[in-house]
């Protein structure tokens, strides 16, 4: 197949069935893009594109601004019979070049599927973050944690800049649904959104991200010891106050919390696989 033949152009709400078609084999059964096709087709914000070959959708993939410079590439997927024909590599190049062209300083990706991680490092990009997952289930009977404002989590921030495993991080907030930079205005940002728990004396914290099911995610943590066991606790009680099943946590593999998760009833979701955060300079 020549990338040539290829043709990029915005998805239509009329493409709906024809992506849907292509995912299905995607995760057994358990791609995201259906559940969010209706919203990425309608927000003009990002860039969710249909490859056609000869009036044919054979691929799809989104870009989004998110953050100042930074361009988040999702939703990369190709046909199951148009499957290792450089489709995607031609997909990906092109999102390259015109985030490049938009003035994009660098564009980011989250990813746990090795097909997906060649690809990508033979496009140039460099993993930044590898992560486990983790799940505490709910429980009743306890209080939440605190939710710090604005002020207060920029104080924190020396400290939490200064904490054992924090270099594990590349100086992200691994958010499966959009990395930014990891910095004081970023935890007034999150803090702002009510997206941040802190643990007793505020010697621990979470960073919290949308989720993508029924649970509360943290995607950072940082502190140790007896104020991170509190806040992890908290947040298995808070998910319970919620109605939620459970407690999700992404952490990079050797961090001193993965003792803390231990000691507070998390266990791994998926021992085995890994998630990556990926990045390209532009
Ligand atoms: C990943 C995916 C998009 C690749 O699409 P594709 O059009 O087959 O990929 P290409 O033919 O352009 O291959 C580009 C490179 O990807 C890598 N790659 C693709 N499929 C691979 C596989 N099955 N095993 C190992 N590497 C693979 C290779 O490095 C390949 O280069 P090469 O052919 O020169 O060796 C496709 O397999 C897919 O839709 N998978 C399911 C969804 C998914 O995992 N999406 C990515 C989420 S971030």
Known sequence: MEATELTLRPMR???????????K?????RDYIPRVFDRWVS????EF????????????QRLRPYAPGLMWYEGLRVAG????????RAMLDAAIAEAREQGFHE????????PAIRLFESAGFNALVELKWWRGVRVEGGEPARMPDATEVRKLWPAIAASAGIQLYAGIVPDMNGARDLSADELERLASSGLIRLGPG???IALLREPWGQNIAVSLLAGRGGSLRELLMALRFEADADGLNHVTVNLPPGHPAEEDLKASGYDFADAENSAFVYALKL
Do not use: K, N, S, Y
């Not at 084999?25 to 059964?29: K, M």
């Open 43 to 46: 927000d003009a914000g990002a």
């Open 13 to 23: 709400p009329a493409d709906r069935d024809r992506a849907i078609e292509i995912t």
């Open 81 to 88: 019979d148009h499957r290792r024909q450089g489709i995607a």
């Open 202 to 204: 505020g010697r621990a």
């Open 49 to 60: 594109q249909a490859a056609e070959i000869e009036g044919f959708v054979v691929g799809l």
């Open 25 to 29: 084999d995607v995760w057994e059964g």
């Open 107 to 114: 564009m980011r990706l989250a990813t746990r599927d090795l």
